[in-house]
């Protein structure tokens, strides 16, 4: 059974950078348990977002993806022997 990563890219309107981050859980044993906990992470992130007095009142726009070991190495172009 393989497990899967939620990737997450977060970008702020008028930010340069965007934030990435990577949920790694031992529930993600298939695509659709990692699907399922993308609503909490991305309140939990929002709710950050929110303390942050620089960032209130501005978009938030996020990009997820829940991957498998294979797609995360083809993604990132990481080679077969570093997975």
Partial sequence: MDAFTMVVMACVAGET?????RVSEMDFSTVQACEARVDDVLRSMTREFGKRPEFKGRQVTYDVSCMDRA???A?????????
Avoid: E, P, V
């Fill in 71 to 73: 797609q995360l190495a």
């Fill in 17 to 21: 950078h965007c934030a990435t981050s």
């Fill in 75 to 83: 993604k990132f172009g990481i080679a077969s022997s570093d997975t």
